[in-house]
């Protein structure tokens, strides 16, 4: 399979054959990474020593905003309630409030309160780090042994983001190990390794959909086989609560392949690489669980189906990776490998729904989940890089409005200087995205695209705005996470750096 055919989310981990419960609570891992990784030039304040674990000194916030605790931020949508953030940057950009080089991964850190938990690898570590969000500096890390191998080349990071609650911090490696440690001290308080404790075929890629809270429950796309795509935790203890989607989901349903209803094997792939999303829909919770056939919604308190819908690329290398986008009662879904696009109206009922419109030459989000606003989704649509482009569709028709890739000319005039960033012909950088990702928050977009190009930009039905671009040397291909907003802080990810920015307006950061 060639490398350009392949998502953000990556990796194959070994098939394992297992059931039980699994809990393990023993201290198997060090607090204080053995090998600090070092922290850029941009961050004098990350060399401050590090505050004993156990006794961490974390004042509050010190300017207003909102947290950033889940994949997505605070509803799992890419949209923040964020205000008081600059209208225009200056040329060389937002400045940098911090830096630091960390280990391997594609997760996007999360952020509560003046904590921020970034999921990396170093060598043979995985490495969960909490430091000071204002500075960068350490409160603790836990760290524990992995032998994960990506058979493609690309990195052997998490590609999941961690979970934060005021007491609690969950990761979910890409070996599927699920870890709860206490937010405060970065002690272990469960595990469980769900690749041992249930039958999970190999697939494509390591685990890659971040956990979400409902609740007291943590709730997990695990992939076993025959009924175990969907795990509840018990948030608290890490017992397993139920399990639902398999064989029972999608043997007799009706697909798109030729008419033809699916027949169980008993060795399907389950798992997918889209984080499930609780949403109320005519007044009923329904866990939106896209997996590797297609929707699940589940009822979040013990796991029955309350109906199917089968969504997924004919290719059989190939994954569904983008989130499910909720609008009223509509679920729109998009899926690269020539999968499309799709919108279906959920019934009154819960347990059916119309299909409204569902189009293979429509949307093709590779793994950036779109965002819905005014009628319209946005989000960007190309399995390539150099086909890719960020899109505007109207969610009830499908039709494409507007569609750009930042870049005025032509694609293939573009090409990487000796610093890893994009430029014309003449050398002049260049605005082109690939497939990027981008957060909305107080009217504007942030847009990062895969070769690290930062735009500030508004988007409507009518036209997309470019407002103000930059590129940092610390964030270059491939820059997959999306980028994380907090109390006018701006946090990027790449393969090898996290950076914080200030987008706040001045008299917002003075506070």
Same mark, same amino acid.
């Given at each position: &399979?060639?490398?350009? *055919?392949?998502?953000? +989310? ?65 509803? $799992? ?42 999921? !990396? ?41 961690? @979970? ?13 190990? +699920?870890?709860?440690?206490? *937010? ?45 795509? @969907? ?35 008993? !060795?399907? &792939?389950? #798992? ?43 290719? !059989?290398?190939? #994954?569904?990776?983008?989130?499910? @986008? ?62 890719? &482009? ?20 032509? #694609? ?39 070769? $690290?190009? *930062?735009? *500030? ?55």
């Amino acid at each position: &399979m060639n490398r350009s *055919l392949r998502p953000a +989310l990556l990796g194959l981990i070994t098939l394992v054959v297992g059931c039980g419960d699994g809990t393990r609570t023993m201290p198997s891992a060090t607090v204080i990474a053995k090998e600090p990784l070092a922290a850029i030039d941009s961050n004098p304040a990350s060399q401050a020593v590090d505050p004993e674990p156990d006794l961490p000194v974390v004042p509050d916030p010190d300017r207003p905003g909102h947290d950033w605790p889940i994949f997505l931020g605070p509803r $799992g949508t890419g949209v923040s309630d964020e205000t008081g953030l600059l209208d225009e940057w200056p040329e060389e950009g937002p400045p940098i409030l911090w830096g630091k080089r960390i280990g391997n991964g594609y997760s996007s850190p999360s952020v509560l309160g003046n904590r921020l938990v970034v999921h !990396h690898r170093h060598r043979d570590r995985d490495i969960i780090d909490c430091v000071r969000a204002d500075d960068g500096s350490s409160i603790w890390s836990y760290d524990y042994e992995t032998d994960y191998k990506d058979p493609y080349g690309y990195n052997n990071g998490p590609r999941c983001s961690p @979970v934060l609650t005021p007491t609690r911090c969950y990761t979910f490696g890409a070996q599927g190990r +699920l870890v709860c440690l206490n *937010l405060e001290t970065g002690k272990l308080v469960w595990e469980r390794e769900t690749a041992k404790d249930w039958n999970v075929p190999a697939h494509f890629f390591g685990a890659g959909c971040t956990p979400i809270l409902d609740g007291d429950l943590l709730i997990v796309l695990v992939g076993g086989q025959p009924n175990s795509g @969907v795990v509840a935790f018990d948030a608290a203890t890490g017992k397993t609560i139920w399990e639902s989607v398999g064989r029972d989901t999608w043997d007799g349903c009706e697909t798109d392949f030729d008419g033809k209803p699916y027949h169980w094997m008993g !060795h399907e &792939m389950l #798992v997918s690489y889209s984080s499930p999303i609780v949403a109320t829909i005519h007044g009923e919770k329904h866990l939106l669980c896209l997996m590797r056939q297609g929707l699940a919604s589940l009822n979040p308190a013990d796991g029955q189906l309350r109906f199917r819908y089968w969504f997924r690329p004919r290719t !059989h290398e190939s #994954v569904n990776a983008a989130r499910p @986008v909720v609008a009223d009662d509509y679920i729109f879904l998009s899926a690269a490998y020539e999968a499309g696009a799709g919108v279906i109206q959920v019934h009154p009922d819960g347990k059916s729904y119309d299909v409204v419109w569902r189009k293979r030459r429509s949307m093709s989000t590779h793994w950036s989940t779109a965002i819905y606003r005014d009628g319209c989704v946005y989000g960007f649509s190309g399995r390539h890089e150099g086909e890719a &482009m960020l899109q505007c569709v109207d969610l009830k028709s499908g039709d494409l409005i507007w569609e750009t890739n930042g870049f005025s000319g032509s #694609v293939k005039n573009l090409r990487t200087n000796v610093e890893g960033e994009t430029v014309d012909g003449d050398g002049v950088p260049a605005t082109f995205f690939g497939r990027g990702s981008k957060t909305a928050a107080d009217g504007k977009y942030f847009i990062l695209g895969e070769r $690290g190009v *930062l735009v *500030l930009a508004k988007m409507n039905r009518e036209k997309f705005e470019q407002i103000s671009r930059a590129t940092y040397k610390e964030i270059r291909y491939p820059a997959w996470a999306a980028p994380v907003l907090s109390r006018g802080r701006l946090y990027l990810r790449s393969e090898t750096h996290l950076l914080c920015l200030d987008v706040a307006k001045p008299a917002v950061a003075a506070q």
